[in-house]
């Protein structure tokens, strides 16, 4: 099985484990300590689909159905969003923000699997309410709620649709939308990730565009977004109506705005 996913991992002894345990339902220690290869044909079967499957770059978290974000494990299936280490920074933003500010109400629009959603409602006072246009990414997140004992107000619909009717009521709108440009080129682990969770047309601006329609004419917000670096000087001139500032991740590399609408 090693061999079979050195094509596609730089660890391929350690995701040969992860695998093995996620179909054998064994802990990684039983199976370094006492497996003898005993596995039954259906196992070994499953087991060698997952290596394949693997080795052809599709991502590990999908077939160990985990991932981590901001120290907590979240559940994960094909077909929604792999949470990014980066995006942890835009929920100590936020935090710090909602901390300063004295902010009461959150909305995390495209929650995906939930991860700042729950991110934030575990570590502050908000109340906090999420959006996803992805109805598979709504069950997911609701489940990763619910096993972390975060409360959040789940609402499926684009943009700030399902919220409209009390966006008065709303302090800070965040987000993590698709951003990238259709024509770029992606690896393959990436392009098995949900391409609406991804694209955004061919300047990777499709989101923004849409969002500040929305977002303009509403007083006394904050908004916090990840974007990318080179989308910097066309989210200015998108931003006519509003002060925006620039943050960066914690590689140092410039990746998410804050809007004072
Ligand atoms: C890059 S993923 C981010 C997911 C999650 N917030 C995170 O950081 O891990 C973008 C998410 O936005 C959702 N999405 C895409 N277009 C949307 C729209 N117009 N309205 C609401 N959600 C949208 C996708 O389904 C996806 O879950």
């Known amino acids: 099985m090693k061999n079979i996913l050195s094509s596609a991992s730089e660890s391929p002894g350690t995701e040969a484990l992860l695998i093995l345990s996620t ?18 044909d259906e196992l070994s079967k499953q087991t060698l689909e997952s290596a394949t499957l693997r080795s052809n770059g599709f991502p590990l978290q999908y077939i160990t159905k985990k991932c981590y974000f901001y120290g907590l494990e ?43 959603a729950i991110a934030i409602a575990l570590n502050s006072d908000c109340e906090v309410y999420a959006t996803d246009i ?27 649709e399902p919220v409209k009717p009390f966006i008065h009521k709303i302090d800070l709108i965040i987000s993590n939308p698709p951003y990238i440009p259709t024509t770029a080129t992606l690896p393959k682990d990436v392009l098995a990730e949900p391409h609406d969770a991804l694209f955004a047309g061919e300047d990777g601006l499709d989101f923004y565009k849409q969002f500040f329609k929305e977002i303009e004419f509403i007083k006394g917000k904050h908004v916090m977004m990840e974007f990318s670096l080179e989308q910097r000087d066309q989210l200015k001139e998108l ?21 004072k609408i």
């Open 74 to 116: 979240f559940y994960i299936e094909e077909g929604v969003f792999i949470p990014r280490i980066e995006t942890e920074t835009l929920v100590d933003l936020a935090l710090e923000l909602i901390d300063r500010e004295n902010l009461r109400t959150v909305v995390d629009i495209g929650t995906g699997s939930g991860a700042i």
């Open 134 to 160: 992805n109805e598979k990414a709504i069950s997911i997140a609701q489940k990763n709620a619910q096993k972390q004992g975060a409360r959040i107000n789940f609402l499926r619909g684009a943009f700030l």
């Open 239 to 259: 931003c006519y109506f509003g002060n925006i500032s620039f943050f960066h991740d914690q590689f140092g590399k410039i990746r998410f705005f804050h809007i």
């Open 23 to 40: 179909i054998t339902g064994m802990t990684k220690e039983r199976i370094l300590l006492s497996f003898e290869n005993k596995i039954d």
